[in-house]
């Protein structure tokens, strides 16, 4: 909506004992209204089409019944001073409401609503109208613009039901005409009456019906509180003091037996009391406030139904019911007294502003934690949560039951850290979960060198298959299990896990060897040896037969093995070899993963 100013109510509130009186499906039988006059809610229908078969009326349309008004019900008003206008129209919130109202002397030249609203009642709202929601929902899509009135102008209200349940609305006007000119806003001389318009008040307020009349001989006083009018007994003054909900009758006795009778309805509304409330915190990194939380304590042990609670940034705006505060209230920094309003639902006018609370803005605890932490296998514990510099000013709480910063876990889970920040009472936290997972420590299990020759792929293996990386030498680090392109030579691997559970390093060396040699004399393959051993210091390969005989050894300066051992030539099969080196220690070593097989055949 476009104003904030939601001012003083005057309501017009539901009395079921007379129904009948307060109804009218027509808008030539429209009710007269006006300040501080009840108003029963409910409909009862529609008799004769008011709007002659026209299938819409500003945002009205046709409806199954196959006419604008479904159950219906028309007020009227007129306006007694000049200013800002609005119409909040309560009901149930499962319930779907419809309005419109017109600028109109009579019902014969309506003419288009100046306001009306068709929405359903999809969010469960508990007010339609004009204006602003009175419970501080500033989002709510069944509200129209306030009206700007001058004194004297005639308006037609029609309130339609289109729901299949009907336990009635209240009516409340409100807007600035009420706090410039409280009696006056809507004129009351429609409503003709000796005891003049139906009377709202509240449970302390002294009601006085006045029916002076000049030359009257006596007066009898009548209450009917739903089992029709009964005598009050001894009541013969010119004036009577309700004190119950009803409908009250005087009986003037004339001299000439020209008797008058007049009626007015009396509707007295709970008192609300306000309860103390609590201060509370704004916290850091929260952009609004939810002013309705504090509802519950507002209203004790009160029917949250009966009544309506608003927010206000001063006690003068409290006392008028201006200015309300959104329900999600935009927090600043520093601290902000918020002033409660409870108003009786069916009178606003009656409430009670006496109380207010603190809210102040307080610094969020910041969890600068790890969220994901592993257990490493060659470790008993790790340590989670602030370990670092703890604010001695927060209080820490684990889903374990401990209350230190950070603690030391002994098994992977999901752990919860909450720091909360508490001062003079108040207080806000900050909740974090911290995933821990076992890691196992990586080892090389094995390592396939492929194509020995001079680009050469050389595969690592390994005993885990997640959070592990790879490097050959000084290179970098990479994902792939795989290298290619490798020279011959000795080289290192190795593997890290990333999880910060160790590394493992081997080394191996890259050399280059026939798979089957064929020593026939043929000049071709008729010798078998290593390739690349050069880049070795001082390398020695022995040759072994199937039973593990050894039957050659070769060093880089030979021209290789023919097949031959002490001039015997050995028989077609696969033989196994294995190389040893002068590492760059100065001992000798046994080349790793190298140690293979070749066929000779003949």
Same mark, same amino acid.
């Given at each position: 909506m476009k104003y904030r100013d939601l001012v003083l109510y005057i309501i017009l509130v539901l009395c079921a004992s007379s129904v009948s009186a307060q109804v009218a499906?027509?808008?030539? /039988?429209?009710?007269?209204?006006?300040?501080?006059?009840?108003?029963?809610?409910?409909?009862?229908?529609?008799?004769?089409?008011?709007?002659?078969?026209?299938?819409?009326?500003?945002?009205?349309? =046709?409806?199954?019944?196959?006419?604008?008004?479904?159950?219906?019900?028309?007020? *009227?008003? *007129?306006?007694?001073?000049?200013?800002?206008?609005?119409?909040?129209?309560?009901?149930?919130?499962? =319930?779907?409401?419809?309005?419109?109202?017109?600028?109109?002397?009579?019902?014969?030249?309506?003419?288009?609503?100046?306001?009306?609203?068709?929405?359903d009642n999809q969010d469960a709202n508990a007010f339609i109208g004009i204006g602003e929601d009175p419970t501080g929902v500033t989002d709510n899509v069944q509200y129209e613009d306030w009206l700007q009135v001058t004194a004297g102008e005639d308006y037609y209200l029609l309130i339609n039901n289109f729901s299949n349940g009907n336990s009635g609305f209240s009516i409340q006007f409100s807007g600035n005409v009420f706090v410039t000119d409280p009696f006056n806003a809507l004129d009351c001389s429609i409503i003709n009456n000796l005891l003049g318009p139906p009377i709202s008040a509240c449970d302390n307020d002294i009601v006085v019906l006045d029916a002076t009349t000049p030359m009257a001989i006596d007066y009898n006083w009548f209450l009917d509180t739903g089992a029709g009018f009964q005598p009050i007994v001894g009541e013969h003054n010119p004036t009577y003091q309700a004190n119950l909900d009803g409908m009250y *009758?005087? /009986?003037?006795?004339?001299?000439?037996?020209?008797?008058?009778?007049?009626?007015?309805?009396?509707?007295?509304? !709970?008192?609300?009391?306000?309860? !103390?409330?609590?201060?509370?915190?704004?916290?850091?990194g929260a952009l609004t406030y939810d002013l309705s939380q504090k509802n519950v304590e507002v209203l004790g042990t009160q029917n949250a139904a009966d009544f309506i609670v608003s927010y206000h940034s001063t006690l003068a705006d409290a006392n008028n019911g201006t200015n309300l505060l959104p329900t999600q209230h935009t927090t600043i920094n520093g601290p902000q007294t918020i002033y409660a309003r409870v108003s009786s639902i069916n009178s606003p006018g009656c409430f009670d502003a006496s109380q207010q609370f603190q809210l102040v803005y307080l610094e969020t605890p910041a969890l600068d934690i790890?969220?994901?932490?592993?257990?490493?296998?060659?470790n008993s514990s790790v340590t989670i949560g602030e370990f670092f510099i703890p604010d001695p000013n927060y209080s820490y709480s684990w889903n374990t039951g401990e209350t230190s910063a950070s603690i030391d876990v002994t098994q992977a889970g999901t752990y919860t850290l909450t720091a909360t920040n508490n001062q003079a009472g108040l207080s806000c936290s900050n909740t974090k979960d911290i995933v821990v997972t076992s890691s196992i420590t990586p080892l090389i299990t094995d390592i396939e060198i492929e194509d020995l020759q001079n680009n050469n792929t050389v595969t690592v293996l390994t005993n885990v298959s997640e959070h592990i990386e790879f490097q050959?030498?000084?290179? !970098?680090?990479?994902?792939?299990?795989?290298?290619?392109?490798?020279?011959?030579?000795v080289h290192s691997v190795t593997i890290n896990d990333s999880n910060g559970c160790g590394s493992a390093t081997e080394q191996l060396v890259v050399v280059g060897y026939p798979k089957f040699f064929t020593p026939n004399g043929d000049a071709m393959n008729d010798y078998w040896h290593i390739k690349g051993i050069s880049n070795l210091d001082d390398a020695i390969v022995y040759i072994y037969d199937r039973y593990g005989r050894l039957v050659k050894q070769l060093t880089p300066n030979d021209i290789g093995w023919n097949g031959r051992c002490n001039g015997k030539e050995l028989p077609s099969s696969d033989y196994w070899f294995k190389l040893s080196y002068t590492d760059t220690n100065g001992q000798r070593a046994i080349a790793k993963y190298i140690n293979n097989h070749f066929s000779l055949r003949r």
């Open positions: 499906p027509d808008c030539i /039988n429209a009710i007269p209204i006006c300040s501080n006059t009840p108003v029963n809610g409910g409909t009862l229908g529609y008799g004769v089409d008011d709007f002659n078969g026209a299938i819409r009326t500003g945002c009205l349309e =046709e409806s199954t019944t196959g006419a604008i008004e479904s159950n219906s019900a028309w007020y *009227r008003f *007129r306006t007694g001073t000049s200013g800002q206008l609005g119409i909040n129209i309560g009901f149930d919130i499962s =319930e779907d409401w419809d309005f419109a109202l017109y600028r109109a002397s009579d019902c014969s030249t309506l003419g288009d609503p100046i306001r009306c609203n068709f929405f *009758r005087v /009986n003037v006795i004339m001299p000439s037996n020209n008797n008058l009778i007049s009626d007015v309805q009396v509707r007295f509304a !709970p008192m609300p009391l306000a309860y !103390p409330i609590s201060d509370d915190a704004s916290c850091s790890e969220t994901d932490v592993f257990l490493c296998a060659a050959l030498d000084n290179g !970098p680090f990479q994902a792939s299990h795989i290298f290619t392109d490798v020279l011959p030579g």
